[in-house]
């Protein structure tokens, strides 16, 4: 295995990294609520009241920042090596495996870790070794 060193990125992927966790932090301070997507996402089907607006507020957010961005930093073109019938598939195995897990990535990974939740351990190393097997069974044994 190497390091594409021309496209590896420390500084803005820590950054990235503060930034996530300083978020989490506050949203966790200010609401007394876990920062994790599934679950915003998911109080939106079945809201409560009342708390429909900060949700959809939030995710507004996921969609207008990146456009915001675009303004001022040209964005990157994406390479998708895949076909829209495999990114279909994730994406709902993606979905299953979060209601299946109760909680995304953000919220097991980055909150539950935080503070020190086993099942948050568990579900994180489920889905990080889940992942890495995923990545080296399509790249080394079916390519």
Do not use: K, Q
């Not at 590896?8 to 609520?33: E, I, K, M, N, Y």
């Not at 001022?72 to 390479?79: L, N, S």
């Amino acid at each position: 295995m190497s390091i594409d060193w021309n496209h590896f990125t420390p500084w803005s992927s820590l950054a990235g990294g503060v930034l996530l966790g300083l978020a989490s932090a506050l949203f966790v301070l200010f609401s007394g609520r876990l920062l994790g997507i599934s679950g915003i996402l998911g109080g939106l089907i079945r809201p409560r009241g009342g708390d429909a607006g900060w949700r959809l507020a939030f995710l507004a957010g996921l969609l207008v920042a990146p456009a915001l961005w675009a303004l001022f930093a040209a964005p990157e073109t994406p390479r998708i090596e895949a076909s829209a019938a495999v990114l279909l598939v994730a994406g709902l195995l993606v979905g299953w495996g979060t209601r299946y897990g109760s909680g995304c990535t953000s919220g097991h990974g980055v909150c539950g870790l935080s503070r020190l939740s086993p099942r948050s351990l568990a579900a994180t190393l489920a889905f990080m070794g889940t992942g890495f097997a995923t990545v080296y069974v399509v790249r080394h044994l079916l390519a």
